[in-house]
């Protein structure tokens, strides 16, 4: 089963992959071949980068000298400026020659358009993360603005003012209405799969947490979703789908997803290749490094993320480099756990040096330092789903193996009880025996009466190890019959057997009818209880046992002053074979408050657990005219 889970992922590897090329090629061919248009890039022009307020946009379209850098159709990437930049580039435009100009950048703050119509009035086009969604010239996810249609043939010049918090990097690209709408697509097409991929990685962690509770497939399943969130983010699609009037929670958003990432990132690796066994220092280390990156976080939140932006890069950056060299050196640790993380962060780590060396002006924006980072989070998320699948197989047969022992002692004790039924059977007929024909000699009675109360005790005890063979016949309805409550709680009370430190306190109302209710059955599950209270307070105390009547039920607690039970194992109480944790050091194998469960419902009523201030309270609700086997039935 696994050969074939792991099987089934590799071939969403391939496909995922195959989609991804897919879009490379249909991206990149378009980036280098418009229909309707020769230009790929602008034409020759001027830029500078300076203060808002050294130049108008009028000085510049009249006179573009004024700038003294020279474009050569070359990208442009600066790092991070407070600066603005501007660009003059001259179109030879025809008549009813529709173009957009494409910046290839999504996260810049403010980008404007100024050129001069055919009656010399000054034009202005904004756009932005931070221009409402639906002010842009363009309603797309990625910077986009309409030129100037002319009516005769004309050389249009035109300027543009770009200024931005984060990464002062674009990539100026005409296009025809066509080519845009086929970029469009092919780069919804290409997070498509990303998202998907993201889904798919989050549905199955949770699935897995549901099963087994271990907290690394629940940091899986968080981590594929804020990863999703963040390239959703990045790429505009928050701020066309959630809050197209809302610019300002584009940077904040960004930023609290990518610090989030960061640090479930840190601890998705940790839990997983299980740092802590075999490094513990390293591992306090990085979980410490992991809480700053939620610091971030708020801080982002609050608004401080333009900040943050250069340190979130260059730390990412410098944590997949520590990760990496940490599943190198733990590769014969956690085979092949560690070898499937390290595969996993590599292209990442690829992907994001160089959209760093692109961020800090080393790089110009192109296809491979913008979009390489979606391709390779579509590897490290179909490698994410292998690591889900092997380490689910692995604790699918860590609890096989568990059950398999749990059997063979249940089996144990079974047939040891088995063997000791003959024997008590004697030992008890003799002590019959033994009493009848001393029956003059009152000074033998109590011995007697001690002796024959401890096989009863070893009888429960022999019962009680039977009790999970037997549970079907409860399907088949109990045999309820009228019981002296008094006479019943004393029988529970010679049957206990407690140590020297526990004392037993019997509660009941002093005016007490009869109670109907299947005897054998129902005493097996009290002494289970008062077990348990007897085995879960080791340092002794009082044990209460207690009964009440209300309308239509009557109810018996058993409480005691022990360890009582966590609130997170509470909901597991009554489950086959559940152990609290705290309590595994104990004997047992969880079975006994799954017979009392099964016990109480058999009579139509319910237990619950009630927690004390010291130790646990079991109380078992039953109704005053229990079910009849044929009502069970």
């Known amino acids: ?75 442009l990437s600066f790092g991070y400026s407070s600066d603005v930049l501007w660009i003059w ?20 703050d ?14 202005q086009q904004q756009s932005g993360d931070h221009i409402p969604f639906f002010d842009r010239p363009v309603l797309s996810r990625g910077l986009v603005l309409r030129l100037h249609e002319v009516e005769t043939p004309q ?37 498509g799969v990303l998202f998907g991929f993201s889904v798919l990685a989050a549905l199955l962690a949770l699935i ?14 968080l981590y594929s979703l804020v990863f999703a969130w963040l390239h959703f983010t990045i790429n505009g699609f928050d701020q066309q789908y959630l809050y197209p009037s809302m610019p300002i929670w584009t940077d904040r958003l960004i930023g609290v997803s990518g610090f989030l990432s960061a640090a479930l990132l840190q601890f998705l690796v940790l839990q997983f290749a299980k740092v802590r066994q075999w490094l513990p ?38 944590q997949i480099l520590v990760l990496l060299g940490l599943m190198l050196y733990g590769l014969k640790r956690q085979w092949p756990v560690n070898l499937l993380l390290f595969l996993m962060l590599a292209p990442g780590c690829l992907a994001i040096l160089l959209q760093v060396l692109r961020n800090l002006g080393l790089l110009p924006f192109t296809f491979w330092t913008s979009h390489l980072w979606a391709l390779s989070a579509m590897v490290q998320l179909a490698l994410l789903l292998v690591i889900l699948l092997l380490t689910l197989s692995k604790a699918q047969q860590r609890l096989q193996q568990q059950l398999d022992e749990n059997t063979a002692v249940q089996r144990l004790y079974q047939l040891m009880a088995h063997e000791l039924r003959t024997p008590l059977a004697v030992v008890s007929s003799a002590l019959s025996n033994l009493q009848w024909q001393t029956h003059q000699l009152p000074e033998a009675q109590p011995r007697i009466d001690r002796a024959r109360m401890a096989v009863a005790r070893l009888n429960n005890l022999v019962d009680n190890a039977l009790a999970e063979d037997r549970l079907h016949l409860l399907q088949q309805g109990i045999q309820p019959e009228a019981v002296e409550p008094a006479e019943w709680l004393e029988e529970l009370s010679n049957l206990c057997l407690l140590t020297d430190k526990h004392q037993l306190d019997i509660q009941q109302p002093d005016q007490l009818d009869s109670l109907i209710f299947d005897r054998q059955w129902l005493t097996l599950a009290v002494l289970n209880l008062l077990d348990n209270a007897v085995k879960y307070s080791p340092t002794g105390g009082r044990i209460v046992l207690s009964l009440s009547l209300a309308d239509q039920y009557w109810q018996l607690a058993v409480s005691d002053q022990g360890s009582g039970v966590p609130e997170a194992d509470r909901p597991h ?32 009523g319910r237990i619950g657990y009630q927690p004390q201030a010291v130790g646990s309270c079991f109380v078992l609700e039953l109704p005053l005219q229990p079910l009849t086997a044929s009502s069970t039935s």
């Open 89 to 108: 580039f001259a179109l030879e435009q025809q008549p009813e020659e529709l173009l957009f100009l494409q910046l290839g950048s999504s996260f810049l």
């Open 1 to 75: 089963m696994t050969s074939i889970r792991i099987l089934l992922c590799l071939m969403m590897v391939v496909s995922g992959a195959t989609a991804a090329m897919d879009s490379i090629q249909r991206y990149t061919a378009v980036s280098s071949n418009y229909s309707g248009t020769s230009i790929t890039a602008l034409p020759a022009g001027r830029w500078a980068l300076g203060p808002a307020a050294q130049w108008t946009p009028q000085q510049l379209l009249t006179n573009p000298s004024l700038l003294p850098g020279e474009l050569q159709g070359q990208r």
């Open 208 to 221: 897995s947490w549901g099963w087994t509770r271990q907290g690394a497939f629940l940091t899986a399943a």
């Open 155 to 191: 050389r249009v010049a035109y300027l543009l003012r770009v200024e931005t918090g984060s990464a002062m990097t674009l990539r100026p690209v005409l296009q025809s209405p066509g080519d845009l709408l086929l970029h469009e697509k092919n780069s919804t097409l290409l997070y």
């Open 110 to 123: 403010r980008v404007d358009l100024f050129f001069l119509d055919d009656k010399g009035q000054l034009n």
């Open 281 to 318: 220092r390293a591992n306090q280390l990085l979980v410490g490094w992991a809480v700053l990156y939620l610091a971030g976080a708020l801080a982002s939140l609050a608004g401080a993320y333009p900040l943050l932006a250069p340190v979130l890069m260059l730390s990412g950056l410098l």
């Open 573 to 604: 109480l009554f489950e086959r074979g559940f152990r609290a944790k705290q309590h595994r050091g104990y004997s047992g194998l969880g079975l006994g408050l799954h017979l009392v469960d099964e016990v109480v419902r058999a009579h139509g």
